[in-house]
């Protein structure tokens, strides 16, 4: 059971106490909420719909009472999702790294920013730094162009609205104009680089890890210092990344 908070938010605490009351009942109804957080009849009602409102809950047509929502149900399957990847991809983290030193990650997409799920560091003495749990810009990291390459154009809109691009040094792609040029060739080379984009005297290289029916689930990137890894360097170690991201995709479901 969790520690009780130092400070806490009474409206975030009861919402928060509703979704877990879930774990033991399918459906909750405003009287059931009520007696469960000792608050009106009329309280209740307005934190399930509140929470109904950010698609947390679902009323139920027949019953009227409140079931898991589609972003609550898409949560639990992100966390999952997240969990089985990261413990698949883990061997190939560690097998990558032995074979080149380098320091190697797992990333996925969120929106415009990559996250970085998992990695393994390099054995060199100057490294890349393990960022597990950081976030970065897409556009200006090498694992970031290549989930970004998986979208359509519509949803790449989405997140790039405007025309101009902000983040990462002043050798990242500035335009979306640039970005949608950029991403051409990586889905016609199967991998993207970033040399100082991201951030200065870095370089990297990444490519795409797809589930068995070719869906882009996340990218594995291998980065280090320039003046090591150099541009020359990284083409070089594609043919061993993209052997691994293949592998890794033969046992996704």
Known sequence: MSAPASYPIESVENA???????????????????????????????????????GL???EPATRGYGPGPQLIQI?????GATDLRAEARPTLERLCQDIGETVHLISLDGATIVFLDGVEG?????????????APAHAS?????????????????????????????????????LENELETVREQG?????????????AIAAPVR??????????????PSERLTEEKLT??????????????????
Do not use: C, W
């Open 16 to 54: 928060a106490r509703v979704l877990l009351m879930l774990r033991s009942q399918r459906v909750l109804r405003v009287a059931e909420v009520a007696a469960e957080l000792g608050i009106a009849r009329s309280s209740a009602h307005r934190m399930l719909t509140t929470l109904q409102s950010q």
């Open 191 to 203: 991998y993207a680089l970033n040399l100082g984009e991201s951030e200065a005297g870095l370089h």
């Open 211 to 224: 589930d068995a029916t070719g869906n882009v689930r996340a990218a594995i990137s291998i980065s280090g």
């Open 142 to 178: 090498a694992a970031g162009k290549v989930l970004l390459a998986s979208l359509s154009r519509d949803q790449l809109r989405e997140r790039y609205p405007g025309s101009r691009i902000q983040g990462g040094t002043n050798k990242a792609i500035s335009t979306r104009r640039m």
């Open 236 to 253: 070089g170690h594609v043919r061993t990344l993209l052997d691994a991201v293949d592998q890794l995709s033969t046992v996704l479901s």
């Open 57 to 59: 809950l679902r009323q």
């Open 76 to 80: 639990g399957v992100a966390v999952i």
């Open 123 to 135: 054995r060199f003495a100057i490294r890349a730094a393990l960022r597990a749990g950081d976030r």
